[in-house]
Protein backbone atom coordinates (compact mmCIF):
# COMPACT_ATOMS: atom_id res chain seq x y z
CA UNK A 1 0.00 0.00 0.00
CA UNK A 2 1.61 3.03 -1.06
CA UNK A 3 2.96 5.80 1.30
CA UNK A 4 4.73 9.10 1.02
CA UNK A 5 8.12 7.84 0.71
CA UNK A 6 9.78 6.60 -2.35
CA UNK A 7 10.55 2.82 -2.65
CA UNK A 8 13.33 0.35 -4.54
CA UNK A 9 11.38 -3.31 -4.33
CA UNK A 10 12.75 -6.58 -6.01
CA UNK A 11 10.22 -8.92 -6.65
CA UNK A 12 9.71 -11.71 -5.41
CA UNK A 13 11.50 -11.23 -2.29
CA UNK A 14 10.91 -9.81 1.41
CA UNK A 15 10.67 -6.26 -0.30
CA UNK A 16 7.87 -7.04 -2.80
CA UNK A 17 5.90 -10.62 -1.50
CA UNK A 18 3.52 -9.58 -4.27
CA UNK A 19 2.89 -7.63 -7.81
CA UNK A 20 0.15 -5.54 -6.18
CA UNK A 21 0.38 -1.72 -5.48
CA UNK A 22 -2.46 0.58 -4.10
CA UNK A 23 -3.17 4.39 -2.90
CA UNK A 24 -6.69 4.99 -1.64
CA UNK A 25 -8.02 8.47 0.09
CA UNK A 26 -11.05 8.42 2.74
CA UNK A 27 -13.24 10.99 1.51
CA UNK A 28 -14.23 14.12 3.77
CA UNK A 29 -18.06 13.78 3.25
CA UNK A 30 -18.58 17.65 4.53
CA UNK A 31 -16.27 18.88 1.30
CA UNK A 32 -17.56 16.79 -1.52
CA UNK A 33 -20.59 15.15 -2.43
CA UNK A 34 -20.72 11.27 -3.19
CA UNK A 35 -21.94 8.26 -1.99
CA UNK A 36 -19.00 6.18 -0.79
CA UNK A 37 -16.91 6.93 1.91
CA UNK A 38 -12.83 6.66 0.36
CA UNK A 39 -11.29 5.34 -3.09
CA UNK A 40 -8.37 4.46 -4.64
CA UNK A 41 -6.36 3.31 -7.35
CA UNK A 42 -5.03 -0.34 -7.68
CA UNK A 43 -1.92 -1.40 -9.75
CA UNK A 44 -0.68 -4.59 -10.59
CA UNK A 45 1.26 -6.80 -12.08
CA UNK A 46 -1.25 -9.89 -13.49
CA UNK A 47 2.22 -12.22 -14.06
CA UNK A 48 0.97 -15.98 -13.47
CA UNK A 49 4.70 -17.08 -13.80
CA UNK A 50 6.37 -14.36 -11.08
CA UNK A 51 8.62 -13.72 -13.43
CA UNK A 52 11.68 -10.82 -12.15
CA UNK A 53 11.09 -7.04 -12.16
CA UNK A 54 11.54 -4.15 -10.07
CA UNK A 55 9.24 -1.75 -8.71
CA UNK A 56 10.39 2.01 -8.32
CA UNK A 57 7.62 4.29 -6.31
CA UNK A 58 8.62 8.21 -6.60
CA UNK A 59 6.20 9.66 -4.08
CA UNK A 60 7.27 13.57 -5.35
CA UNK A 61 6.18 12.68 -8.62
CA UNK A 62 3.46 9.82 -7.74
CA UNK A 63 5.09 7.78 -10.33
CA UNK A 64 5.25 4.12 -10.41
CA UNK A 65 7.73 2.42 -12.88
CA UNK A 66 8.58 -1.48 -13.84
CA UNK A 67 12.28 -2.87 -14.47
CA UNK A 68 11.94 -6.14 -16.19
CA UNK A 69 15.08 -7.55 -17.02
CA UNK A 70 13.72 -9.89 -20.07
CA UNK A 71 14.87 -13.13 -20.86
CA UNK A 72 17.63 -13.22 -23.08
CA UNK A 73 18.89 -9.67 -22.00
CA UNK A 74 21.72 -8.59 -24.22
CA UNK A 75 21.78 -11.26 -26.72
CA UNK A 76 21.92 -10.63 -30.25
CA UNK A 77 19.08 -12.27 -32.03
CA UNK A 78 21.23 -14.24 -34.50
CA UNK A 79 22.36 -16.12 -31.60
CA UNK A 80 19.01 -17.30 -30.33
CA UNK A 81 18.28 -20.87 -30.83
CA UNK A 82 16.06 -22.12 -33.48
CA UNK A 83 12.92 -22.59 -30.59
CA UNK A 84 13.27 -19.47 -29.40
CA UNK A 85 11.84 -15.35 -30.42
CA UNK A 86 11.95 -12.14 -29.86
CA UNK A 87 10.67 -11.62 -26.03
CA UNK A 88 7.42 -10.75 -25.40
CA UNK A 89 5.89 -9.31 -22.41
CA UNK A 90 3.27 -12.09 -21.50
CA UNK A 91 0.91 -10.53 -18.65
CA UNK A 92 -0.84 -7.38 -17.95
CA UNK A 93 -0.46 -4.60 -15.85
CA UNK A 94 -3.64 -3.37 -14.36
CA UNK A 95 -4.71 -0.17 -13.87
CA UNK A 96 -8.60 -0.15 -11.76
CA UNK A 97 -9.95 2.60 -9.97
CA UNK A 98 -12.17 1.20 -7.43
CA UNK A 99 -14.47 1.66 -3.83
CA UNK A 100 -12.89 1.51 -0.80
CA UNK A 101 -9.50 1.02 0.73
CA UNK A 102 -6.40 -1.15 1.39
CA UNK A 103 -8.88 -4.36 1.88
CA UNK A 104 -11.25 -3.85 -1.13
CA UNK A 105 -8.10 -3.45 -3.43
CA UNK A 106 -6.50 -6.59 -1.95
CA UNK A 107 -9.55 -8.72 -2.98
CA UNK A 108 -9.39 -7.66 -6.99
CA UNK A 109 -5.68 -9.35 -6.64
CA UNK A 110 -7.09 -11.97 -4.65
CA UNK A 111 -9.38 -12.73 -7.39
CA UNK A 112 -6.78 -12.81 -9.77
CA UNK A 113 -4.23 -14.58 -8.00
CA UNK A 114 -6.75 -17.46 -6.88
CA UNK A 115 -8.03 -18.09 -10.29
CA UNK A 116 -4.75 -17.51 -12.21
CA UNK A 117 -1.36 -17.68 -10.86
CA UNK A 118 0.88 -20.63 -11.03
CA UNK A 119 1.48 -20.71 -7.27
CA UNK A 120 -2.15 -21.06 -5.99
CA UNK A 121 -3.50 -23.73 -8.48
CA UNK A 122 -3.02 -26.54 -5.74
CA UNK A 123 -5.78 -25.36 -4.12
CA UNK A 124 -6.55 -23.84 -0.18
CA UNK A 125 -4.16 -25.43 2.59
CA UNK A 126 -6.90 -28.09 3.56
CA UNK A 127 -6.30 -30.13 0.16
CA UNK A 128 -3.09 -30.88 1.71
CA UNK A 129 -3.85 -32.13 4.74
CA UNK A 130 -4.23 -35.83 3.54
CA UNK A 131 -2.51 -34.89 0.14
CA UNK A 132 -1.01 -37.71 -1.81
CA UNK A 133 1.10 -35.48 -4.21
CA UNK A 134 4.49 -35.91 -2.87
CA UNK A 135 6.08 -32.98 -4.69
CA UNK A 136 3.75 -31.17 -1.94
CA UNK A 137 4.40 -29.84 1.38
CA UNK A 138 3.86 -32.31 4.22
CA UNK A 139 1.60 -30.49 6.62
CA UNK A 140 1.18 -33.57 9.44
CA UNK A 141 -1.25 -32.72 12.18
CA UNK A 142 1.02 -31.47 15.09
CA UNK A 143 2.32 -28.61 12.34
CA UNK A 144 -0.83 -27.27 12.01
CA UNK A 145 -1.38 -27.06 15.63
CA UNK A 146 1.46 -25.69 16.78
CA UNK A 147 1.14 -23.10 19.71
CA UNK A 148 4.40 -21.95 20.15
CA UNK A 149 7.29 -21.08 18.44
CA UNK A 150 11.28 -20.33 19.70
CA UNK A 151 14.18 -19.83 18.27
CA UNK A 152 17.69 -20.42 19.95
CA UNK A 153 18.92 -17.05 20.03
CA UNK A 154 18.71 -15.18 16.29
CA UNK A 155 19.78 -11.56 16.49
CA UNK A 156 20.16 -8.64 14.03
CA UNK A 157 23.37 -8.45 11.94
CA UNK A 158 23.64 -11.99 11.80
CA UNK A 159 26.13 -11.46 14.83
CA UNK A 160 25.48 -14.50 17.31
CA UNK A 161 26.49 -15.06 20.50
CA UNK A 162 29.20 -18.09 21.54
CA UNK A 163 27.40 -21.13 22.54
CA UNK A 164 23.72 -20.19 22.09
CA UNK A 165 22.93 -22.92 19.84
CA UNK A 166 25.09 -25.59 22.27
CA UNK A 167 22.85 -29.22 22.66
CA UNK A 168 23.14 -28.63 26.60
CA UNK A 169 22.21 -25.18 26.64
CA UNK A 170 18.73 -25.51 23.93
CA UNK A 171 18.11 -28.78 26.46
CA UNK A 172 17.85 -26.83 29.70
CA UNK A 173 15.99 -23.82 28.18
CA UNK A 174 13.57 -26.28 26.25
CA UNK A 175 12.50 -28.34 28.48
CA UNK A 176 12.07 -25.97 31.45
CA UNK A 177 10.12 -23.29 29.41
CA UNK A 178 7.85 -26.77 28.54
CA UNK A 179 7.36 -27.10 31.90
CA UNK A 180 5.97 -23.52 32.33
CA UNK A 181 3.88 -23.30 29.71
CA UNK A 182 2.39 -27.19 29.92
CA UNK A 183 2.44 -27.87 26.21
CA UNK A 184 5.25 -28.57 23.25
CA UNK A 185 7.30 -26.38 21.61
CA UNK A 186 8.49 -26.03 18.18
CA UNK A 187 11.75 -24.95 18.03
CA UNK A 188 14.16 -23.36 15.53
CA UNK A 189 17.44 -24.26 15.80
CA UNK A 190 20.44 -22.20 14.90
CA UNK A 191 24.18 -22.90 15.28
CA UNK A 192 23.14 -26.75 15.44
CA UNK A 193 26.44 -27.21 13.78
CA UNK A 194 30.22 -26.78 14.51
CA UNK A 195 30.73 -23.59 12.10
CA UNK A 196 29.88 -20.39 13.38
CA UNK A 197 26.56 -18.49 11.97
CA UNK A 198 26.96 -17.09 8.14
CA UNK A 199 30.50 -18.73 7.50
CA UNK A 200 31.96 -21.96 5.56
CA UNK A 201 28.12 -22.95 3.80
CA UNK A 202 27.11 -25.43 2.98
CA UNK A 203 29.53 -27.38 5.16
CA UNK A 204 27.19 -27.84 7.72
CA UNK A 205 28.24 -31.76 8.76
CA UNK A 206 28.89 -32.62 11.77
CA UNK A 207 26.70 -31.28 13.93
CA UNK A 208 27.98 -30.42 17.43
CA UNK A 209 28.17 -33.07 19.89
CA UNK A 210 24.97 -34.09 21.90
CA UNK A 211 22.73 -32.59 18.70
CA UNK A 212 21.40 -35.97 17.73
CA UNK A 213 21.08 -37.33 20.98
CA UNK A 214 19.86 -34.09 22.63
CA UNK A 215 16.89 -34.01 19.57
CA UNK A 216 16.08 -37.54 20.64
CA UNK A 217 15.46 -36.87 24.84
CA UNK A 218 13.79 -33.77 23.53
CA UNK A 219 11.00 -35.23 21.20
CA UNK A 220 10.84 -38.25 23.31
CA UNK A 221 10.19 -36.33 27.07
CA UNK A 222 8.96 -33.16 26.07
CA UNK A 223 7.49 -33.10 22.37
CA UNK A 224 9.75 -31.05 21.20
CA UNK A 225 9.38 -29.98 17.27
CA UNK A 226 12.47 -28.88 15.95
CA UNK A 227 13.22 -27.34 12.60
CA UNK A 228 17.43 -26.96 12.24
CA UNK A 229 18.79 -23.97 9.88
CA UNK A 230 19.92 -23.95 6.73
CA UNK A 231 20.97 -21.72 4.28
CA UNK A 232 19.18 -22.39 0.48
CA UNK A 233 21.45 -19.91 -1.31
CA UNK A 234 24.81 -19.19 -0.77
CA UNK A 235 27.91 -20.68 -1.06
CA UNK A 236 31.14 -19.46 1.07
CA UNK A 237 33.65 -18.76 -1.27
CA UNK A 238 35.89 -19.50 1.49
CA UNK A 239 35.13 -22.86 2.02
CA UNK A 240 37.46 -26.01 0.37
CA UNK A 241 34.12 -27.46 -0.49
CA UNK A 242 34.17 -24.29 -3.12
CA UNK A 243 36.90 -25.75 -5.25
CA UNK A 244 36.72 -29.14 -4.18
CA UNK A 245 33.00 -29.28 -6.11
CA UNK A 246 34.02 -26.14 -8.63
CA UNK A 247 30.42 -24.69 -7.64
CA UNK A 248 31.68 -21.78 -9.43
CA UNK A 249 30.01 -22.96 -12.16
CA UNK A 250 27.00 -23.42 -10.66
CA UNK A 251 26.77 -19.93 -8.89
CA UNK A 252 24.36 -16.53 -10.59
CA UNK A 253 26.93 -14.73 -13.37
CA UNK A 254 26.24 -11.27 -14.03
CA UNK A 255 26.56 -9.63 -17.66
CA UNK A 256 28.04 -6.52 -18.45
CA UNK A 257 26.06 -4.08 -20.23
CA UNK A 258 26.95 -4.74 -23.65
CA UNK A 259 25.54 -7.46 -26.29
CA UNK A 260 26.42 -11.06 -26.01
CA UNK A 261 28.70 -10.72 -22.83
CA UNK A 262 31.34 -13.50 -23.36
CA UNK A 263 32.63 -14.00 -19.37
CA UNK A 264 29.91 -13.03 -16.98
CA UNK A 265 31.24 -12.64 -13.33
CA UNK A 266 30.35 -13.57 -9.94
CA UNK A 267 28.04 -11.47 -7.66
CA UNK A 268 29.24 -12.05 -4.24
CA UNK A 269 26.97 -10.68 -1.03
CA UNK A 270 28.48 -10.51 2.72
CA UNK A 271 26.83 -10.17 5.95
CA UNK A 272 27.71 -9.64 9.56
CA UNK A 273 30.11 -12.45 9.50
CA UNK A 274 31.98 -10.94 6.45
CA UNK A 275 32.40 -14.30 5.18
CA UNK A 276 31.78 -13.95 1.34
CA UNK A 277 29.19 -15.81 -0.09
CA UNK A 278 28.34 -16.70 -4.11
CA UNK A 279 24.95 -16.54 -5.15
CA UNK A 280 23.58 -20.13 -6.68
CA UNK A 281 21.50 -20.21 -9.07
CA UNK A 282 18.34 -22.43 -8.16
CA UNK A 283 18.06 -23.84 -12.14
CA UNK A 284 21.01 -25.88 -11.59
CA UNK A 285 20.62 -29.56 -10.72
CA UNK A 286 24.01 -28.97 -8.85
CA UNK A 287 22.71 -27.11 -6.35
CA UNK A 288 18.79 -28.96 -6.28
CA UNK A 289 20.70 -32.04 -5.34
CA UNK A 290 23.27 -29.88 -2.94
CA UNK A 291 20.11 -29.19 -0.53
CA UNK A 292 18.95 -32.24 -1.30
CA UNK A 293 21.49 -34.20 0.29
CA UNK A 294 21.78 -31.27 3.23
CA UNK A 295 17.70 -31.90 4.20
CA UNK A 296 18.55 -35.88 3.67
CA UNK A 297 21.46 -36.12 5.94
CA UNK A 298 18.91 -33.91 8.58
CA UNK A 299 16.42 -36.42 8.22
CA UNK A 300 18.01 -39.50 7.84
CA UNK A 301 20.41 -39.13 10.44
CA UNK A 302 19.43 -36.48 13.15
CA UNK A 303 15.94 -37.16 12.95
CA UNK A 304 14.77 -33.48 12.51
CA UNK A 305 11.27 -32.69 12.51
CA UNK A 306 11.50 -30.09 10.13
CA UNK A 307 13.65 -27.97 8.24
CA UNK A 308 14.18 -24.19 8.11
CA UNK A 309 15.98 -23.43 4.79
CA UNK A 310 16.86 -19.16 4.57
CA UNK A 311 16.52 -16.91 2.25
CA UNK A 312 14.62 -18.45 -0.65
CA UNK A 313 11.24 -16.13 0.55
CA UNK A 314 13.55 -13.07 1.20
CA UNK A 315 16.25 -12.73 -0.89
CA UNK A 316 16.06 -10.84 -4.10
CA UNK A 317 15.91 -12.97 -7.44
CA UNK A 318 18.82 -12.63 -9.59
CA UNK A 319 19.47 -12.59 -13.25
CA UNK A 320 21.78 -15.12 -14.77
CA UNK A 321 23.72 -15.12 -17.94
CA UNK A 322 25.22 -18.00 -17.32
CA UNK A 323 24.37 -20.50 -20.70
CA UNK A 324 26.00 -23.85 -19.37
CA UNK A 325 22.88 -23.71 -16.61
CA UNK A 326 20.69 -24.81 -19.54
CA UNK A 327 17.85 -21.76 -18.32
CA UNK A 328 17.42 -19.02 -20.92
CA UNK A 329 20.11 -16.26 -19.78
CA UNK A 330 18.60 -12.76 -18.01
CA UNK A 331 15.85 -12.47 -16.35
CA UNK A 332 12.16 -13.92 -16.38
CA UNK A 333 10.48 -16.85 -14.95
CA UNK A 334 13.64 -19.33 -14.31
CA UNK A 335 14.48 -18.07 -10.95
CA UNK A 336 11.23 -19.10 -9.68
CA UNK A 337 10.79 -21.97 -11.39
CA UNK A 338 14.08 -23.63 -10.17
CA UNK A 339 13.66 -22.53 -6.76
CA UNK A 340 9.94 -24.28 -7.18
CA UNK A 341 11.95 -27.46 -8.79
CA UNK A 342 13.97 -27.83 -5.45
CA UNK A 343 11.17 -27.47 -3.64
CA UNK A 344 9.11 -30.08 -4.95
CA UNK A 345 12.73 -32.60 -4.98
CA UNK A 346 13.05 -31.50 -1.36
CA UNK A 347 9.37 -32.29 -0.91
CA UNK A 348 9.58 -36.08 -2.25
CA UNK A 349 12.42 -36.41 0.42
CA UNK A 350 10.49 -35.18 2.70
CA UNK A 351 7.16 -36.45 2.55
CA UNK A 352 7.18 -40.48 3.92
CA UNK A 353 8.76 -38.98 7.02
CA UNK A 354 5.81 -36.20 6.90
CA UNK A 355 8.56 -33.47 7.26
CA UNK A 356 7.66 -29.55 6.54
CA UNK A 357 10.28 -27.45 4.82
CA UNK A 358 9.91 -23.83 5.66
CA UNK A 359 11.12 -20.79 4.69
CA UNK A 360 12.21 -16.89 5.37
CA UNK A 361 9.62 -14.36 4.74
CA UNK A 362 6.62 -14.86 2.37
CA UNK A 363 7.45 -14.43 -1.55
CA UNK A 364 3.85 -15.74 -2.98
CA UNK A 365 5.53 -17.31 -5.61
CA UNK A 366 6.55 -20.48 -3.22
CA UNK A 367 2.77 -20.36 -1.29
CA UNK A 368 2.01 -23.60 -3.05
CA UNK A 369 5.36 -25.62 -2.46
CA UNK A 370 6.93 -24.27 0.85
CA UNK A 371 5.21 -25.35 4.39
CA UNK A 372 5.39 -22.06 5.95
CA UNK A 373 7.06 -18.70 5.86
CA UNK A 374 8.82 -17.10 8.78
CA UNK A 375 7.29 -13.72 8.07
CA UNK A 376 9.19 -11.43 10.42
CA UNK A 377 8.82 -8.23 7.43
CA UNK A 378 5.47 -8.10 8.29
CA UNK A 379 5.36 -6.60 11.67
CA UNK A 380 8.23 -3.56 11.75
CA UNK A 381 6.11 -0.85 10.43
CA UNK A 382 3.71 0.92 12.02
CA UNK A 383 1.81 1.67 8.98
CA UNK A 384 1.24 -2.08 7.75
CA UNK A 385 -1.75 -3.42 7.62
CA UNK A 386 -2.39 -7.20 6.85
CA UNK A 387 -2.32 -6.95 2.63
CA UNK A 388 -0.78 -10.58 2.69
CA UNK A 389 -3.68 -12.37 4.83
CA UNK A 390 -6.26 -10.51 2.82
CA UNK A 391 -5.21 -11.77 0.04
CA UNK A 392 -3.72 -15.45 0.38
CA UNK A 393 -5.94 -16.48 3.90
CA UNK A 394 -6.54 -20.14 3.73
CA UNK A 395 -3.96 -20.84 1.47
CA UNK A 396 -0.48 -20.01 3.45
CA UNK A 397 1.23 -20.52 7.19
CA UNK A 398 2.92 -17.51 8.35
CA UNK A 399 5.03 -18.01 10.99
CA UNK A 400 6.89 -16.38 13.86
CA UNK A 401 7.56 -12.08 14.93
CA UNK A 402 10.73 -10.44 16.58
CA UNK A 403 10.05 -9.71 20.12
CA UNK A 404 12.80 -8.58 22.48
CA UNK A 405 13.58 -7.49 26.48
CA UNK A 406 11.96 -4.55 26.20
CA UNK A 407 8.80 -6.21 25.63
CA UNK A 408 9.43 -7.24 29.42
CA UNK A 409 11.16 -4.51 30.97
CA UNK A 410 9.02 -1.50 29.74
CA UNK A 411 6.21 -1.64 33.52
CA UNK A 412 2.52 -2.19 32.57
CA UNK A 413 3.34 -1.66 28.90
CA UNK A 414 1.47 -4.56 27.84
CA UNK A 415 3.62 -4.56 24.52
CA UNK A 416 4.33 -9.05 24.71
CA UNK A 417 0.71 -9.35 25.04
CA UNK A 418 -0.40 -6.94 22.00
CA UNK A 419 2.15 -8.44 19.83
CA UNK A 420 0.98 -11.84 20.27
CA UNK A 421 -2.83 -10.43 19.53
CA UNK A 422 -1.80 -9.00 16.59
CA UNK A 423 -0.31 -12.36 15.46
CA UNK A 424 -3.11 -13.91 16.39
CA UNK A 425 -5.55 -11.66 14.57
CA UNK A 426 -4.35 -11.99 11.39
CA UNK A 427 -3.91 -15.88 11.39
CA UNK A 428 0.16 -16.30 12.07
CA UNK A 429 1.34 -18.95 14.24
CA UNK A 430 2.47 -17.47 17.85
CA UNK A 431 5.78 -16.90 18.68
CA UNK A 432 9.31 -16.85 17.41
CA UNK A 433 10.98 -15.43 20.79
CA UNK A 434 14.68 -15.88 21.38
CA UNK A 435 16.03 -17.84 24.31
CA UNK A 436 19.35 -16.09 23.90
CA UNK A 437 21.18 -13.28 23.07
CA UNK A 438 20.85 -9.74 23.31
CA UNK A 439 17.28 -10.07 21.88
CA UNK A 440 16.68 -13.48 24.13
CA UNK A 441 13.52 -13.39 26.49
CA UNK A 442 14.13 -17.02 27.96
CA UNK A 443 14.50 -15.94 31.73
CA UNK A 444 11.22 -13.30 31.27
CA UNK A 445 9.07 -16.42 30.02
CA UNK A 446 10.04 -18.70 33.25
CA UNK A 447 10.07 -16.34 35.63
CA UNK A 448 6.82 -15.99 37.60
CA UNK A 449 6.87 -12.07 37.38
CA UNK A 450 5.63 -12.51 33.84
CA UNK A 451 2.83 -15.50 34.68
CA UNK A 452 0.04 -13.02 33.70
CA UNK A 453 1.35 -12.44 30.33
CA UNK A 454 2.44 -16.45 29.65
CA UNK A 455 -1.17 -17.41 30.60
CA UNK A 456 -2.55 -14.54 28.06
CA UNK A 457 -0.26 -16.92 25.45
CA UNK A 458 -1.64 -20.06 26.64
CA UNK A 459 -5.02 -18.17 26.13
CA UNK A 460 -4.06 -17.38 22.63
CA UNK A 461 -2.98 -20.55 21.85
CA UNK A 462 -5.62 -22.81 23.00
CA UNK A 463 -8.21 -20.17 20.85
CA UNK A 464 -6.30 -20.58 18.00
CA UNK A 465 -6.21 -24.00 17.68
CA UNK A 466 -9.95 -23.99 18.62
CA UNK A 467 -10.78 -21.24 15.54
CA UNK A 468 -8.05 -23.04 13.05
CA UNK A 469 -11.27 -23.13 10.03
CA UNK A 470 -11.07 -19.38 10.38
CA UNK A 471 -7.47 -17.87 11.51
CA UNK A 472 -5.59 -20.76 9.32
CA UNK A 473 -8.15 -22.49 6.96
CA UNK A 474 -10.29 -19.16 6.06
CA UNK A 475 -10.83 -15.68 4.55
CA UNK A 476 -9.78 -12.73 6.50
CA UNK A 477 -12.65 -10.66 6.07
CA UNK A 478 -12.66 -6.80 5.91
CA UNK A 479 -11.46 -4.87 8.80
CA UNK A 480 -14.26 -4.13 11.81
CA UNK A 481 -14.41 -0.17 12.30
CA UNK A 482 -14.25 -0.15 16.30
CA UNK A 483 -16.30 3.20 18.03
CA UNK A 484 -15.35 4.90 20.70
CA UNK A 485 -11.93 5.93 22.33
CA UNK A 486 -9.60 2.78 21.83
CA UNK A 487 -6.30 2.95 24.67
CA UNK A 488 -3.25 2.61 22.69
CA UNK A 489 0.08 0.35 23.15
CA UNK A 490 3.57 2.22 22.35
CA UNK A 491 5.69 0.18 21.20
CA UNK A 492 8.86 1.70 19.37
CA UNK A 493 8.14 2.22 16.18
CA UNK A 494 4.74 0.64 16.12
CA UNK A 495 1.36 1.67 17.82
CA UNK A 496 -1.00 -1.01 18.70
CA UNK A 497 -4.72 -0.49 19.54
CA UNK A 498 -5.66 -2.23 23.19
CA UNK A 499 -8.12 -3.61 21.71
CA UNK A 500 -8.04 -6.08 18.72
CA UNK A 501 -10.93 -7.38 16.36
CA UNK A 502 -10.77 -9.43 13.09
CA UNK A 503 -13.43 -11.08 11.67
CA UNK A 504 -12.71 -14.59 9.05
CA UNK A 505 -15.09 -16.53 7.11
CA UNK A 506 -14.31 -20.46 7.30
CA UNK A 507 -13.45 -22.76 5.14
CA UNK A 508 -15.10 -26.48 6.51
CA UNK A 509 -15.00 -27.82 2.62
CA UNK A 510 -11.36 -27.43 1.68
CA UNK A 511 -12.78 -25.80 -1.56
CA UNK A 512 -12.13 -22.56 -3.38
CA UNK A 513 -16.24 -21.82 -3.04
CA UNK A 514 -15.92 -18.14 -2.15
CA UNK A 515 -18.88 -17.45 -4.63
CA UNK A 516 -20.80 -19.81 -2.51
CA UNK A 517 -22.62 -17.88 0.89
CA UNK A 518 -24.88 -20.67 1.53
CA UNK A 519 -22.70 -22.13 3.78
CA UNK A 520 -20.97 -19.40 5.36
CA UNK A 521 -20.02 -19.17 8.75
CA UNK A 522 -18.21 -16.26 10.23
CA UNK A 523 -15.66 -15.80 13.26
CA UNK A 524 -15.18 -12.93 15.00
CA UNK A 525 -12.03 -12.92 17.10
CA UNK A 526 -11.97 -9.82 19.86
CA UNK A 527 -8.78 -9.90 22.43
CA UNK A 528 -7.91 -7.12 25.01
CA UNK A 529 -3.89 -7.15 25.38
CA UNK A 530 -4.31 -4.82 28.67
CA UNK A 531 -3.51 -6.64 31.75
CA UNK A 532 -5.48 -4.35 33.83
CA UNK A 533 -7.77 -2.24 32.23
CA UNK A 534 -11.35 -3.81 30.88
CA UNK A 535 -12.07 -2.10 27.25
CA UNK A 536 -15.71 -1.69 25.62
CA UNK A 537 -15.70 -3.21 22.25
CA UNK A 538 -18.60 -1.62 20.45
CA UNK A 539 -19.38 -1.87 16.26
CA UNK A 540 -21.60 -2.93 14.12
CA UNK A 541 -21.08 -5.28 10.91
CA UNK A 542 -23.25 -4.96 7.28
CA UNK A 543 -23.50 -8.67 6.96
CA UNK A 544 -23.32 -7.64 2.80
CA UNK A 545 -19.89 -7.06 3.39
CA UNK A 546 -18.99 -10.30 4.46
CA UNK A 547 -20.25 -12.44 2.10
CA UNK A 548 -22.91 -14.49 4.68
CA UNK A 549 -26.30 -14.55 3.21
CA UNK A 550 -29.01 -13.75 6.11
CA UNK A 551 -32.09 -13.52 4.21
CA UNK A 552 -32.36 -17.52 3.50
CA UNK A 553 -33.06 -18.58 7.36
CA UNK A 554 -32.38 -17.51 11.03
CA UNK A 555 -29.19 -17.67 11.91
CA UNK A 556 -27.62 -17.54 15.36
CA UNK A 557 -24.26 -15.85 17.21
CA UNK A 558 -22.41 -18.30 19.48
CA UNK A 559 -19.84 -17.39 21.81
CA UNK A 560 -17.16 -20.08 21.84
CA UNK A 561 -15.30 -21.53 25.09
CA UNK A 562 -11.50 -21.74 25.39
CA UNK A 563 -12.53 -25.51 25.59
CA UNK A 564 -15.14 -25.51 22.61
CA UNK A 565 -17.43 -27.01 25.22
CA UNK A 566 -20.86 -25.20 26.57
CA UNK A 567 -20.87 -22.78 23.97
CA UNK A 568 -23.36 -20.11 24.71
CA UNK A 569 -26.09 -18.33 22.04
CA UNK A 570 -26.41 -15.07 22.09
CA UNK A 571 -28.60 -14.04 20.54
CA UNK A 572 -30.54 -15.41 17.41
CA UNK A 573 -31.37 -13.24 14.08
CA UNK A 574 -34.27 -13.27 11.34
CA UNK A 575 -33.64 -11.66 7.83
CA UNK A 576 -31.35 -9.15 9.75
CA UNK A 577 -28.73 -7.26 7.79
CA UNK A 578 -26.79 -5.00 10.80
CA UNK A 579 -25.79 -6.92 13.43
CA UNK A 580 -24.08 -4.66 16.44
CA UNK A 581 -22.08 -6.37 19.15
CA UNK A 582 -21.92 -3.62 22.24
CA UNK A 583 -19.68 -5.55 25.02
CA UNK A 584 -16.86 -5.12 27.85
CA UNK A 585 -13.53 -7.25 27.27
CA UNK A 586 -12.32 -7.98 30.54
CA UNK A 587 -8.58 -7.79 30.88
Partial sequence: ILKNEDLDLSYPSSQATIQMFAYYLKVNSSLVNTNFESGGVYLAAHDKSGSIKKFYFEAINCTIKINIIVENAGVDQSQYNQNQTIWQLDWDFVVEVYNGE?????????????????????GPLQNWINNQDKSKPSLPKWFLETKLWVNSGWQPYDVFTPHQGDPSIIFDRISTLTKVLGFPITLHWYEWD????DTNYPEYFPAKQGFKETVEKLQKDYGTKIFPYINGRLWDTGTTSWINENASAYCVKQSKPIVNDQSPFI???????GAIFAVMCPATSFWNQKLLSIVNELIENYGVDGVYIDQIGAASSQPCWDKSHGHIVGGGKFWVQGYNNIWSTLNVQAFNSKIPLITEENAETYISNSGGFLSLTAYVSNSAVPLFASIYGGYYISIGRLFNQLDFIVEQSDLFTAKLAQMFNTGGQLGWMSLGGHLGVYEFMISEKHSEEIEYLKLLSDYRIIGLDYLMYGKYMKPINLEGQIPKIFGGPIIFPALMVSIWRANTTGLNDENDQSNTILGIFITNVCKSKTILANFTI????????????KFVIEQINRNNQNNIIIETYYNQQFINYNNQILP
Avoid: M, V
Avoid at 194 to 197: D, G, K, L, P, V
Avoid at 267 to 273: D, K, P, R, T, V
Fill in 267 to 273: INESYGS
Fill in 542 to 553: NLDDYEFNYKQS
Fill in 194 to 197: TIAF
Fill in 102 to 122: WWESSQIYRSWALSQADWTQS
